[in-house]
Nanobody, 128 residues
Framework: QRQLAESGGGLVQPGGSLKLSCAAS????????IGWFRQAPGKEREGVAC????????NYADSVKGRFIISRDSAKNTVSLQMNSLQSEDTAVYYC?????????????????????WGQGTQVTVSS
């Protein structure tokens, strides 16, 4: 069974850092788009970052550029999201999602991809 599982969430003070991990089981992430999304209470889900695993290219939401870094560990079959300079507005449940790469998918459209797999989410709370 193909699944994604997020980990690494928690409570952090403003200005702090957290590293989330998205682990795949039942399949390899070698040729997938892997996106991170978040949803805060009362708000719509929004895209945070995406990586195209075959070539490592990335794309970020403007709100997290320069603060968050998405990366992939091929050996561990995981994708991580390093979050720095966290702010209260970053508080949300964070989800990872995966979509197999196909020639007609462009990374710039990552926020509206029809992702095939989703994780259960991990809570990130930024508060003093």
């Amino acid at each position: 069974q193909r699944q994604l599982a997020e980990s690494g969430g928690g409570l952090v003070q403003p200005g702090g850092s957290l590293k989330l991990s998205c682990a795949a089981s039942g399949f390899r992430l070698d040729h997938y788009f892997i996106g991170w999304f978040r949803q805060a209470p009362g708000k719509e889900r929004e895209g945070v970052a995406c990586i195209k695993s075959s070539d490592g290219t990335t794309n970020y939401a403007d709100s997290v550029k320069g603060r968050f870094i998405i990366s992939r560990d091929s050996a561990k079959n995981t994708v991580s999201l390093q979050m720095n300079s966290l702010q209260s507005e970053d508080t949300a449940v964070y989800y990872c999602a995966a979509l197999r790469e196909r020639t007609y998918y462009e990374l710039r459209d990552w926020t509206i991809f029809p992702y095939e797999y989703w994780g259960q989410g991990t809570q990130v709370t930024v508060s003093s």
